[in-house]
């Protein structure tokens, strides 16, 4: 066994092709490392940026202004350091003059900024960027769609405490517009903020001939953006797609997760809706593909856009630990599913059944924080939240299960748009429930393989298996404890013997 914050990880494993927040262009230091040292009260604006967006051109032109906190050092997202042009720094006085600045791989020394506040303006050519990049998390062209997240145009103090906020405002010209997932700033009217930390990790964003719908969800509002593309289905039926998900999602968590939040949907070929991912840090965007030719029926049957809403819930933690957020959004997305009434009870169980084994591990494994193949992040998470739900609904009589305890993590201040170690999570979904489930789970399964015996589970639980369908026993052990799982603790009709 290993203790909760003692579980040791393998940097030097493989990393798994998941959809996860992307790694930093501005290299932030990991959780845990100190933070940078220059003075300055934590939140405090450091820069504030004015960005126009030129369609013709595909640039976007910056002007911006900073405090001395900034320091005189700037960096940008990886790769996208070639596309800044025309960089010049001035002294924040009247009529001092401009300084061109040059470039030194990803660092732009700008002396003019190192003895107090200064003025910087450049051009980046966004779009010659995301035809160069092709990265969605980088930069992307989508079409007439340009998409590329905050970091990828601002120019960042690099020495800076990660503390403190940057605030940014776009202007476009009629026809076009910019949508993004970071949160509307508190202070500024239509402008965004987000800490220097928050912006390595910023949700997706995007300039173009965008329709912009809003749908209110409980707790906060969704944007829903669309690009161009002739699509089968009507704005109408979209926002009822999404507003229908975050139904779902609520239900299970027992409101909408974030204040709010952006869907941006990417018309491309094809009959199918999916491809999903999920990009946060200071607010959250998902970005989802939908087929030009997709019926409503495929939207009606689509559970990709649960699974990236359900990621929206759950604190962003280290790399190695990528299967407790991918293994949540495959456990709690067919049940939230279920109780919006998007889905059948016996398909929602059929496709765990399906799945779980494949979450099992294999020779050699060395625990779901060291073993990182796709079974083990998606189904081995999904494998790890099932015991839980099962265990915390035995040990509190039916009272509490596991959206109890994700529940507790939302009220404690934790959703995607934040980084938390996986420590704090469980021990808040842990004080919520009153029972000591999650930490004591971490402690088998973190650093070795504990196989669970699902065949026993499932009787338990009566989930009776047979080829090609699933049955239910109302009269096993533990029947109330599945009812529970599936609609929800106040829907059980019996509690665990």
Same mark, same amino acid.
């Given at each position: 066994?290993?203790?909760?914050?003692?579980?040791? +990880?393998?940097?030097?494993?493989?990393?798994?092709?998941?959809?996860?927040?992307?790694?930093?262009?501005?290299?932030?230091?990991?959780?845990?490392?100190?933070?940078?040292?220059?003075?300055?009260?934590?939140?405090?604006?450091?820069?504030?940026?004015?960005?126009?967006?030129?369609?013709?051109?595909?640039?976007?032109?910056?002007?911006?202004? &900073?405090?001395? +906190?900034?320091?005189?050092?700037?960096?940008?997202?990886?790769?996208?350091?070639?596309?800044?042009?025309?960089? @010049?720094?001035?002294?924040?006085?009247?009529?001092?003059?401009?300084? *061109?600045?040059?470039?030194?791989?990803?660092?732009?020394?700008?002396?003019?900024?190192?003895?107090?506040?200064?003025?910087?303006?450049?051009?980046?050519?966004?779009?010659?960027?995301?035809?160069?990049?092709?990265?969605?998390?980088?930069?992307?062209?989508?079409?007439?769609?340009? @998409?590329?997240?905050?970091?990828?145009?601002?120019?960042?103090?690099?020495?800076?405490? *990660?503390?403190?906020?940057?605030?940014?405002?776009?202007?476009?010209?009629?026809?076009?517009?910019?949508?993004?997932?970071? &949160?509307?700033?508190?202070?500024?009217?239509?402008?965004?903020?987000?800490?220097?930390?928050?912006?390595?990790?910023?949700?997706?964003?995007?300039?173009?001939?965008?329709?912009?719908?809003?749908?209110?969800?409980?707790?906060?509002?969704?944007?829903?953006?669309?690009?161009?593309?002739?699509?089968?289905?009507?704005?109408?039926?979209?926002?009822?797609?999404?507003?229908?998900?975050?139904?779902?999602?609520?239900?299970?968590?027992?409101?909408?997760?974030?204040?709010?939040?952006?869907?941006?949907?990417?018309?491309?070929?094809? *009959?199918?809706?999916?491809?999903? +991912?999920?990009?946060?840090?200071?607010?959250?965007?998902?970005?989802?593909?939908?087929?030009?030719?997709?019926?409503?029926?495929?939207?009606?049957?689509?559970?990709?856009?649960?699974?990236?809403?359900?990621?929206?819930?759950?604190?962003?933690?280290?790399?190695?630990?990528?299967?407790?957020?991918?293994?949540?959004?495959?456990?709690?997305?067919?049940?939230?599913?279920?109780?919006?009434?998007?889905?059948?009870?016996?398909?929602?169980?059929?496709?765990?059944?399906?799945?779980?084994?494949?979450?099992?591990?294999?020779?050699?494994?060395?625990?779901?924080?060291?073993?990182?193949?796709?079974?083990?992040?998606?189904?081995?998470?999904?494998? &790890?939240? &099932?015991?839980?739900?099962?265990?915390? +609904?035995?040990?509190?009589?039916?009272?509490?299960?596991?959206?109890?305890?994700?529940?507790?993590?939302?009220?404690?201040?934790?959703?995607?748009?934040?980084?938390?170690?996986?420590?704090?999570?469980?021990?808040?979904?842990?004080?919520?429930?009153?029972?000591?489930?999650?930490?004591?789970?971490?402690?088998?399964?973190?650093?070795?393989?504990?196989?669970?015996?699902?065949?026993?589970?499932?009787?338990?639980?009566?989930?009776?298996?047979?080829?090609?369908?699933?049955?239910?026993?109302?009269?096993?052990?533990?029947?109330?404890?599945?009812?529970?799982?599936?609609?929800?603790?106040?829907?059980?009709?019996?509690?665990? *013997?």
């Amino acid at each position: 066994m290993c203790a909760l914050v003692a579980c040791t +990880r393998d940097t030097g494993s493989a990393r798994p092709a998941v959809a996860t927040p992307r790694p930093s262009g501005g290299e932030p230091a990991p959780v845990g490392s100190p933070r940078a040292v220059l003075a300055g009260p934590p939140g405090a604006i450091v820069g504030e940026y004015s960005a126009t967006w030129e369609p013709a051109s595909g640039l976007v032109k910056v002007e911006a202004r &900073f405090t001395a +906190r900034a320091g005189s050092t700037f960096t940008i997202e990886r790769g996208a350091e070639a596309f800044a042009k025309d960089i @010049e720094v001035s002294s924040d006085r009247d009529g001092a003059p401009w300084a *061109r600045v040059v470039r030194n791989g990803r660092t732009f020394d700008a002396a003019a900024c190192g003895s107090g506040p200064c003025r910087m303006r450049y051009r980046l050519a966004l779009r010659d960027a995301a035809r160069k990049i092709d990265d969605v998390d980088v930069a992307s062209e989508e079409g007439d769609v340009v @998409e590329a997240p905050p970091s990828t145009w601002l120019l960042v103090p690099s020495r800076a405490s *990660r503390e403190l906020r940057l605030r940014f405002r776009v202007a476009c010209p009629e026809g076009s517009r910019f949508v993004t997932g970071v &949160f509307d700033s508190d202070e500024a009217k239509d402008a965004w903020d987000i800490s220097i930390d928050d912006l390595w990790t910023s949700p997706y964003t995007a300039f173009g001939p965008l329709r912009v719908l809003r749908v209110p969800v409980s707790g906060g509002r969704i944007d829903v953006a669309i690009g161009p593309g002739k699509l089968e289905v009507t704005d109408d039926d979209l926002t009822r797609w999404v507003a229908a998900s975050a139904r779902a999602v609520s239900s299970y968590y027992g409101r909408f997760p974030m204040r709010s939040a952006l869907v941006l949907l990417l018309a491309s070929s094809g *009959r199918w809706v999916g491809s999903g +991912r999920t990009l946060a840090g200071g607010g959250g965007t998902v970005l989802v593909r939908i087929g030009e030719h997709a019926s409503l029926e495929a939207y009606r049957a689509d559970w990709v856009l649960v699974h990236e809403m359900i990621h929206l819930t759950f604190p962003s933690v280290t790399r190695d630990q990528d299967w407790a957020e991918e293994g949540i959004a495959t456990y709690a997305e067919p049940f939230a599913r279920v109780r919006a009434g998007l889905l059948d009870e016996a398909a929602a169980w059929r496709g765990l059944v399906d799945g779980l084994p494949n979450g099992q591990p294999e020779g050699g494994d060395r625990g779901l924080d060291q073993t990182h193949t796709w079974g083990r992040i998606y189904w081995g998470g999904a494998l &790890f939240w &099932f015991v839980a739900d099962v265990e915390i +609904r035995k040990r509190t009589q039916n009272r509490f299960g596991l959206e109890h305890a994700l529940r507790g993590v939302i009220d404690a201040g934790g959703n995607n748009a934040s980084r938390w170690p996986l420590a704090d999570v469980l021990a808040a979904g842990d004080r919520a429930t009153g029972v000591g489930v999650l930490a004591e789970l971490y402690a088998k399964m973190c650093a070795s393989p504990h196989p669970i015996d699902l065949d026993a589970l499932y009787r338990s639980l009566g989930v009776q298996v047979s080829p090609g369908h699933v049955t239910f026993d109302d009269k096993a052990p533990l029947a109330g404890v599945r009812r529970a799982i599936t609609r929800g603790t106040d829907l059980a009709i019996s509690t665990p *013997r």
